[in-house]
């Protein structure tokens, strides 16, 4: 097993957010996570990145057979998590190649390969942008500043796609996208698909799910999982809203 | 996460580097003037140094007006009044093996040198600072200790070319009418009372003349040291570029680690030509002092240059990182038409560190133009202010300025101010003028994290972003420098 | 804020010579007056005067406002005028207001509206019937000190015997603006004004200022002390109209206090006098305090015009924009001077000012000293300034669509100077304010 959540309870200012979540993802896997706003599913996505404005109050995270919660967010990337973030952040003066170029040397120290120089660096990075679409230029610009919302969404799957992580969650990446964007995001994602390779998509709607077919589905409300399925589960939020499976799960 | 515990992370993440590296002191013999200030240590000074009379005459004039000045403390940095009968206004390495002052100045005429201290020269070694003749480094050095220059490098090669570059006690011997001709021109020795002081007890410094048409093949470049405690060091430096000439000079500094304050008060006159141009960078590092900066130099520093004739250009490029205080301008007076006048700078402050440095840029010719990029970084419980003046007189017809002075704010204990006077008198000057503020946003932190980097290599990344425009002004070397610099200084970012 | 060199300073014959006359000015001043608190507090305040004295371009603060042609002419200040009917008439705007006129500095019941007759939780009242010392130091000035520190205040304090007191009870909201026309009838005449607005919780209102003179040619001194303070939830919309004759002088100083969650918004035109120089002077010592600071200027023949403010974030979310421009014509001189200062503490503080300049012609000259000082870490501010002469490009571009260059140039002239109105709030406001620019500017 690839990732283990037994119990996840978490708050951010004293405020209870994850209310006991138990997800297993085994490599390979695609799991989506849908939920109404406000349901916890961005809280879950940060959580599992290290992000520390939450506090875990209970439960726990295993991955690959290690405590996940014990370490820092750097490391966590190190042992191949990867967030997709919902709203990409902006670092004035930093090229895109400078971030990147010191994001995967760091990560392959951890693995314990050597660093790219300049020139396999450049190869590579041209090669994931060419698969995504992407101008050689945007390298050389300051990381997500003045991209719009869809630059943005591709430079963190390219990053995704250099990085080769094991893990990616991609927290509302469709958000603000417009269809053909949606779809070569998608395909980035499609194409990073491997047996060894599992996903989190974190999404409210079905759109992106056309695109990236789960194996499993949740259905994340009030900071529980409270209904686990295959995809038809997505079609049938689709068809009759969240408040249908909300209505049923309160009377249960 | 809250602030203060972001910052604690950032502070203690930082302060793996704790110590300030160039901190070391050297052990000489020293020859050292008694503490203390008056006409006759003025008069020692200039006899030391065998000055011609016209030398002493232009001290003593100083030292007179400088006794009617008042020291200014308009600046945005609290110090008490400083004593200067407690200083030292003249330290020199004495050399153990031949039992004498090296002051090479001494005969003014013997240029092979070879009569350095191992001790001094060790220190010059050990600060990375090549000064012996066969380091094949593209580098020119005047290497500064104390009060006297103890070295110059690639003279010969230099001097082929036309090209004088030697210690200011050299060039009062060697090249009286040049100094006599460009001495006090662009910094009268009435200007202010630090270069009043300067002009009294200058010590040494470093002499350049870039001949007609000459472009210098290396760069020129001076390390200034203050070892001595108690001293005062009060360079001069004449930088001459002349018609159609270019020459880039570099500059770097360090003192050893101190529990007083001690005092640099230099100035710096450029002139540039016609068709010439000059590019003068500095990497200033000296002593912050220790947690409250209680030891630290007091940086008091005028440099300034004038764009003398028609399309010259004079470009300071800064990175101010040590001094317990910094006060310092670096100007351009654009008078030739189409000159053009730069100014980039980064300066940070951590600790109880206070900057208050900028730049004046005067129009006075045609089509002038002038471009201000100030990078300032405040850091622990310093603050760090930009002032600058960008003044267009009548006469100069369609001159342009773009001012850009941005701050960061690294902990929420500093202060980054933004002082910035624009007086325009000709309608058909342009005058742009932007200023922000920011800090490293703790998403830009959790976002690089998430990507594998640490929260060390995020700043340092980040720092350095913020900086880019002005680092890739500098030479590369010391570029580089800056940059390790910057990392080193921002330790103990938040006390 | 103003710090002046310590007293006893060498004075010009020319300054000196003022002070005295002002001196006396204040003498006769309290010879006439039987409130024996206000005898002494003036008395005080003088003593202070003497020691401070005009300042100099030596000061910091007045670096780029000469006042040595203003020290030249002595504006005394008593007698009272003549009135003009068809003066009054002309001040009104084409809109409703509730109109107090104030005549060489003194409030004229004659020719106000019905002070008995205010809407619920509105109460005016001429300063000079409010003056009330018998309770110790006069309610009415709470911020003395910092108004005495500043040399026009000073001489305000000295020699102010009038102005307005305007209170709003608790969710008072005003929907008439109130209009307090400030007229000049007298040649060489001193108006001193000192004013106090006061709004409680919840309470809204719109001020208009406006300084006219009776005459073309009329030479008086109007100096107005404001002091404003907006308690929680307060909306404040001022606007200030300086259109006195080009020969007088202005000075205008206002201190602003907001409590959590008021809202100041502030506009300031500035079209008359020889000299004039309007200082704002804002404390947002709360949370989530709004404000908003303009000017718009226009300055020809050989006037000064100083618009300056000097702006404190004291707490948490504070947000303060401010656009101020000059259009400065013939030797015009034109100065600009911001200070935005956050405190340590006063996070997510939004703070944003800009100044731009237009120069008409070769001998115009603007200074202008946008400042920034920043104890806060997590915080946005911004400044920018830019000054230049009309881009050739624009009027291109309106020529190309057969607009005369004339035209053009008034176009585009027009179109820079009246963006600071935008953040006037009344359509028929920002009409009438826009309307007495372009007639300055075609006129």
Known sequence: MLLDIQNLQAQVEDKQILKGINLQVNPGEVHAIMGPNGSGKSTLSSVLAGREDYEVTEGSVQFDGEDLLEIDAEQRAQKGIFLAFQYPVEIPGVSNKLFMQTALNAIREARGQAALDMFDFDQLAMEKMKALQMSPVMLERSVNVGFSGGEKKRNDIFQMAMLEPKLCILDETDSGLDIDALRIVADGVNNLRSPERSFIVVTHYQRLLDYIKPDFVHVLYNGQIIKSGGFELAQELEEKGYDHLIQAHEEA | MTQSTQYQEINDLLSKNKHYKEGFFTKTLVQT????????????????????????????????????????????????????????????????????????????????????????????????????????????????????????????????????????????????????????????????????LNSAVASDGTFVYIPPGVRCPIDLSTYFRINEAKTGQFERTIVIADKGSYVSYLEGCSAPVRDSYQLHAAVVEVIVHEDAEVKYSTVQNWY????DCQGGILNFVTKRGICEGKNAKLSWTQAETGSAITWKYPSCILKGDNSIGEFYSVALTNRRQQADTGTKMIHIGKNTRSTIISKGLSAGRSDNTYRGLVKILPSAEGARNFTQCDSMLIGDQCGAHTFPYIEVENPSAQIEHEATTSRIGEDQLFYCQQRGISEQDAISMIVNGFCKEVFKELPLEFAQEAEELLAISLEGSVG | MTTLSKPMKKLSP?????????????????????????VAFRQSVAERFAQQAFPSRRDEDWKYTPITGFLQTH???????????????????????????????????????????????????????????????????????????????CLNSMLFDDGVLITLDPHCQVERPILCSFLQTQDGHANTIRNRVVLAHGAQLTLIQQHVSAQPELNAFDNVVSEIELAEHANLQQIVLQDLATQGAYFGLQMIDQAEKSVFNSVYVGLGAALSRHQNVLMMAAEHIESNQSSACLASGKQVMDTRTHTEHQAWWGVSRQLHKLVLDDQAVGVFNGMIKVHKGAQK???QMDNKNLLLSKTAQIDSKPQLEIYADDVKCSHGSASGQISEEQIFYLRARGINQTDARRLVTQAFLLEPLEAVSSPKTQAWLANKLTQKLNG
């Open chain 3, 349 to 351: 503080t939004d703070g």
């Open chain 2, 288 to 291: 912050p002092g220790d947690d």
């Open chain 3, 75 to 153: 504006y005394a200040v008593e007698g009272l005028a003549k009135i003009d009917e068809a003066a009054i008439k002309k001040l009104l705007p084409p809109f409703d207001v509730m109109h107090l006129v104030f005549i060489d500095g003194y409030f004229s019941e004659r020719y106000s509206d019905d002070l008995s007759e205010l809407p619920r939780g509105l109460s005016i009242e001429p300063v000079k019937d409010a003056l009330d010392f018998s309770q110790g130091h006069c309610a009415l000035m709470t911020h003395e000190q910092k108004i005495q520190d500043e040399p026009f205040g």
């Open chain 2, 33 to 196: 003037f008694d503490k203390g200030l008056n006409e006759d240590i003025v008069r020692a000074i200039s006899a030391k140094k065998s000055e011609p009379q016209w030398m002493l005459d232009f001290r003593l004039k100083a030292f007179k007006h400088w006794q009617t000045m008042v020291e200014p403390h308009w600046a945005k940095a609290d110090y008490t009044p400083i004593d200067y009968q407690d200083y030292s206004y003249y330290s020199a390495p004495e050399c153990s093996s031949c039992n004498q002052a090296c002051d090479k100045a001494m005969d003014g005429k013997d240029h092979s040198q070879p009569r350095m201290d191992p001790e001094v020269a060790k220190a010059f070694a050990s600060l990375g600072v090549p000064i012996d003749d066969s380091n094949s480094a593209n580098i020119a050095v005047d290497a500064i200790f104390d009060s006297v220059s103890v070295s110059t490098t690639k003279r010969d090669d230099l001097a082929k070319l036309g090209i004088i570059f030697c210690s200011f006690s050299e060039a009062v011997h060697d090249y009286p009418e040049l100094v006599q001709q460009y001495i006090g021109t662009v910094v009268p020795y009435h200007d202010n009372f630090f270069a009043a």
């Open chain 3, 14 to 38: 020319v300054a000196q010579s003022a002070v005295d006359f002002y001196l006396a000015q204040a003498k006769a001043l309290s010879a006439r007056n039987d409130q024996p608190e206000l």
